[in-house]
């Protein structure tokens, strides 16, 4: 075979021979390709569809072991090569997904299912598809008999659900700006209870107290016998009082920006689980911040000393991140300082050293590889 042949005309055969059940042809032109790729210099760009046509090639033919190491180092060479059109990849961790489902590789599915919902979450506001994600890792989670974190799961993409389905902002702020009038005219409280409603509703089942399809049910009895929510809660055995009256302090307080609705949802949460006062429960809010302010710096960190982002770059983004109120993960990525999966890889290996599975300087020297900085100069 002639090795001199271009590029362009490897792939071209390799396409041709699989078009003919030609598998060892095609394989065979698709390891010249790749090795013209790696071995002449030729740009990222010929490298990746070299690799992406092996790897779909792969999984076409059902080479699972192949296909899975193709799409691994397909996945490494994009990021570096895409950077921050990072939402670009979203489609190729589908096709990884397809074989490994296949092989019944669960563990790694569930970190390329993952790996996806978190690219959803910081470069796209597609929440239908998020919803979709969601639903996929929840159902195997629940093949992995993790029902606890299949719930939480559940739990997210229900709010999702939900919050397709509540009226466009222009027509909610339309009411809302109506409200005293409405109020002051007619002394009707119905559409301020419906909003306590639906409040509550969200304080209770967006941290995991009652799943959303009973609080669902529960929502029928109260507009049914014209009861407040929070007393059919109460009598469905669901809630007490005491975390009902809870809840309604912290809406209160959300209202008056006090606190956020996270924060609410937070302290409601050790209410009914730790037994706490409102109080107590919103200090140990506040230290939980307080730590995950400690464990956001030393991702910063890690992300300074493996090279990835300048000092400079990382206060840029911490002051952006406070005035956009963005998680710091989600600021990298809206600030163009880092691309998505790089910030997802970079997350999940100081997961590793909080786990006491990595030391720090060997997640650094992992950070480092990820640097396109770092990659060898074409031969």
Same mark, same amino acid.
């Given at each position: 075979?002639?090795?001199?042949?271009?590029?362009?005309?490897?792939?071209?055969?390799?396409?041709? *021979?699989? !078009?003919?059940?030609? $598998? *060892? &042809?095609?394989?065979?032109?698709?390891?010249?390709?790749?090795?013209?790729?790696?071995?002449?210099?030729?740009?990222?760009? !010929?490298? $990746?569809?070299?690799?992406?046509? %092996?790897?779909?090639?792969?999984?076409?033919?059902?080479?699972?072991?192949?296909?899975?190491?193709?799409?691994?180092?397909?996945?490494?060479?994009?990021?570096?090569?895409?950077?921050?059109?990072?939402?670009?990849?979203?489609? %190729?961790?589908?096709?990884?997904?397809?074989?490994? @489902?296949?092989?019944?590789?669960?563990?790694?599915?569930?970190?390329?299912?993952?790996? *996806?919902?978190?690219?959803?979450?910081?470069?796209?506001?597609?929440?239908?598809?998020?919803?979709?994600?969601?639903?996929?890792?929840?159902?195997?989670?629940?093949?992995?008999?993790?029902?606890?974190?299949?719930?939480?799961?559940?739990?997210? !993409?229900?709010?999702?659900?939900?919050?397709?389905?509540?009226?466009?902002?222009? +027509?909610?702020? *339309?009411?809302?700006?109506?409200?005293?009038?409405?109020?002051?005219?007619? &002394?009707?409280?119905?559409?301020?209870?419906?909003?306590?409603?639906?409040?509550?509703?969200?304080?209770?089942?967006?941290?995991?107290?009652?799943?959303?399809?009973?609080?669902?049910?529960?929502?029928?009895?109260?507009?049914?016998?014209?009861?407040?929510?929070?007393?059919?809660?109460?009598?469905?055995?669901?809630?007490?009082?005491?975390?009902?009256?809870?809840?309604?302090?912290?809406?209160?307080?959300?209202?008056?920006?006090?606190?956020?609705?996270?924060?609410?949802?937070?302290?409601?949460?050790?209410?009914?689980?730790?037994?706490?006062?409102?109080?107590?429960?919103?200090?140990?809010?506040?230290?939980?911040?307080?730590?995950?302010?400690?464990?956001?710096?030393?991702?910063?960190?890690?992300?300074?000393?493996?090279?990835?982002?300048p000092g400079d770059t990382l206060d840029q983004v911490l002051k952006d991140m406070e005035?956009?109120?963005?998680?710091?993960?989600?600021? $990298? +990525?809206?600030?163009?300082?880092?691309?998505?999966?790089?910030?997802? @890889?970079?997350? @999940?290996?100081?997961?590793?050293?909080?786990? &006491?599975?990595?030391?720090?300087?060997?997640?650094? @020297?992992? $950070?480092?590889?990820?640097?396109?900085?770092?990659?060898?100069?074409? +031969?």
């Amino acid at each position: 075979m002639d090795t001199n042949n271009s590029w362009q005309e490897l792939i071209n055969e390799a396409q041709q *021979a699989d !078009q003919n059940n030609d $598998l *060892a &042809g095609a394989k065979k032109y698709l390891d010249l390709a790749l090795w013209k790729a790696e071995q002449h210099g030729l740009n990222s760009e !010929q490298l $990746l569809k070299t690799l992406e046509q %092996y790897a779909l090639f792969s999984t076409r033919r059902y080479m699972d072991d192949q296909a899975l190491t193709c799409w691994n180092r397909f996945l490494k060479e994009a990021v570096r090569a895409w950077g921050k059109d990072s939402e670009k990849l979203l489609p %190729y961790l589908d096709k990884m997904s397809e074989v490994l @489902e296949r092989k019944h590789n669960w563990p790694v599915l569930e970190q390329v299912y993952r790996q *996806a919902i978190r690219l959803e979450e910081l470069v796209s506001d597609h929440s239908d598809k998020l919803s979709k994600r969601l639903e996929q890792l929840s159902g195997l989670l629940v093949q992995l008999k993790r029902p606890d974190e299949a719930k939480e799961i559940g739990v997210r !993409q229900r709010a999702i659900k939900e919050k397709n389905a509540a009226p466009p902002p222009s +027509v909610h702020s *339309a009411v809302t700006q109506q409200m005293p009038a409405i109020m002051s005219n007619t &002394g009707n409280h119905q559409t301020l209870q419906a909003e306590r409603r639906i409040f509550i509703g969200q304080l209770f089942t967006r941290s995991a107290i009652i799943p959303y399809d009973q609080f669902s049910q529960q929502l029928k009895v109260s507009k049914k016998l014209g009861m407040p929510i929070g007393e059919v809660l109460i009598d469905s055995g669901l809630i007490t009082r005491v975390h009902l009256e809870a809840a309604l302090k912290l809406q209160v307080m959300a209202r008056e920006d006090k606190i956020t609705v996270d924060q609410a949802g937070a302290a409601l949460r050790r209410v009914c689980h730790e037994n706490l006062s409102v109080e107590d429960a919103l200090n140990t809010s506040n230290q939980t911040a307080s730590d995950q302010q400690t464990v956001q710096m030393h991702f910063g960190s890690l992300l300074v000393d493996s090279g990835l982002i300048p000092g400079d770059t990382l206060d840029q983004v911490l002051k952006d991140m406070e005035q956009n109120q963005n998680t710091f993960a989600k600021q $990298l +990525v809206v600030s163009k300082a880092l691309s998505a999966m790089i910030v997802g @890889e970079a997350l @999940e290996l100081q997961e590793e050293v909080q786990a &006491g599975r990595l030391t720090t300087q060997q997640a650094i @020297e992992k $950070l480092k590889t990820l640097n396109p900085a770092n990659r060898a100069a074409p +031969v």
